[in-house]
DNA sequence: TAAGATTTGTTCGTATGTATC
DNA sequence: GGATACATACGAACAAATCTT
């Protein structure tokens, strides 16, 4: 994986760091895949000619990006894992803490992403999975009574959408709604977007998705690409409102 | 970061891992940031009560998810780090390694995505940035007169919508252009996505690419946009091409 | 340039924990 | 339950990098 905008100094790489990487192109060439064995410890050692903790420090790096998991026990060692979407997100994730991302910025892309996943889901959805998005939907069909169920329905409606992007054919769509709606999940809880209520704004979303999963199962993309996209929109507006709301609070502490 | 969908079995986590998220924590709670030193690890040793080689691992951890950086020597130690966008790239490439992704999963996101960003670089690129982005353009103004040079023409046209990803304004929106353009940039090189050479539509995509600067040049985002969906276009037909290539190459074997 | 101080980097031996048979 | 095969963890010593004087 050469790089495209070739920067980054390249400080001097500890052993483990090294021998991380020796791994994962080892892997790479014996074509291993998810599931597989890796040589264990003692084997590492001899075969890299370093100490245990050198080896033990590399398993873990590669276990931090996801790639390894290890069992111990007889039959046990490391085992090539598939990253996890969730680790996957956790991970980018660490990238934006450090940015400052606007609502404004996170509704560009689902404007322009969210409306192609509803379309390419259209008549593709089995009766299961229509079944799981209308029991979210259903789970804040009343008004919340008190902030905490107000904050839990702001984040079940933004599961919606993931469980939705779960199931897009395009991974690279599905992974990117899916970590939006992640983000704006921990934004609304931990800069409690969820207050103030806007009831007639709420409803009106709502009222999008129930469209939204009528569309889907019909099998009809383009009232499901218009349905989401007029869906977005309003989320936007009950975001943006919101997030002032958060910053006059903030001034005025 | 509570998950939106709470998967992935709760297996019992090393000792290194929960000091890893522990630091983690504290780094957040402290609200340190990028550049702030963390505890050397003989105090890491005492604040945990663990031996210097969990502790060392839990460093590894973070390291490896780009968020520490460590130094020897006096005055060294380890230190936060904000991950860099190269590293962010990296770890997310590794999902997305175990997945398939084709040609038009990738297109279905540019031709959603670039057009936003051409549109809203619009007037806000300053003359250096338009001439190092004029230079990459040039770079492949006139036929590869090899495979290698083939290639590298192919890489560098990458590198342009890569240069103008670092650009947004949008750190969302740049990012995930910018990892397109990287994964394309891998998938040109290892599946030789280069070959066989279409000087047409070549030519077409890098004349897009000259009328993209004019109209960036000249604030005209409506024909900054129109011009990179046009672009987006081509670009998608030429890899496509390209990609059946590959299969009808495979199969031939 | 050289010496010394400081901090991480690496090794090795040993002991413990854990899952399988 | 006991033996076995693995990873996990500890501690002490030494090596290497880097800053200061």
Chains 1, 2 share one sequence.
Do not use: C
Not at 151 to 160: E, K, P
Not at 198 to 208: H, Q, S, V
């Amino acid at each position: 994986m050469s790089d495209i905008l070739p920067f980054e100094k390249p400080r001097r790489r500890s052993r483990p760091v090294r021998v991380a990487d020796a791994i994962k192109d080892w892997v790479v060439e014996q074509r291993l895949s998810a599931g597989d064995r890796l040589p264990g410890e003692t084997e590492m050692i001899e075969r890299f000619g370093m100490s245990k903790g050198t080896i033990r420090e590399a398993m873990r790096i590669l276990e931090a990006q996801g790639l390894i998991e290890t069992r111990t026990g007889p039959g046990g060692g490391s085992f090539v894992k598939e990253p996890s979407a969730e680790r996957a997100r956790a991970l980018l994730g660490n990238y934006f803490y450090f940015k400052t991302l606007t609502i404004a910025d996170i509704y560009a892309l689902r404007r322009a992403l969210e409306p192609d996943l509803a379309a390419s889901l259209a008549g593709r959805l089995d009766a299961e999975a229509l079944e799981g998005l209308r029991e979210i939907v259903d789970s804040y069909a009343r008004p919340a009574a008190s902030m905490e169920e107000e904050r839990d329905q702001h984040v079940a409606s933004l599961a919606f959408h993931a469980r939705l992007a779960a199931h897009a054919e395009n991974p690279l769509l599905g992974f990117m709604i899916g970590f939006m709606a992640q983000i704006l999940s921990d934004l609304t809880v931990d800069r409690r977007l969820y207050t103030p209520p806007n009831p007639e704004l709420w409803e009106r979303g709502r009222g999008y998705q129930m469209r939204l999963l009528e569309a889907l199962r019909d099998g009809d993309a383009e009232t499901a690409r218009a349905t989401m996209r007029a869906h977005m929109e309003t989320a936007q507006t009950l975001m943006m409102d919101q997030e002032a709301e958060v910053l006059s609070r903030f001034m005025a502490e």
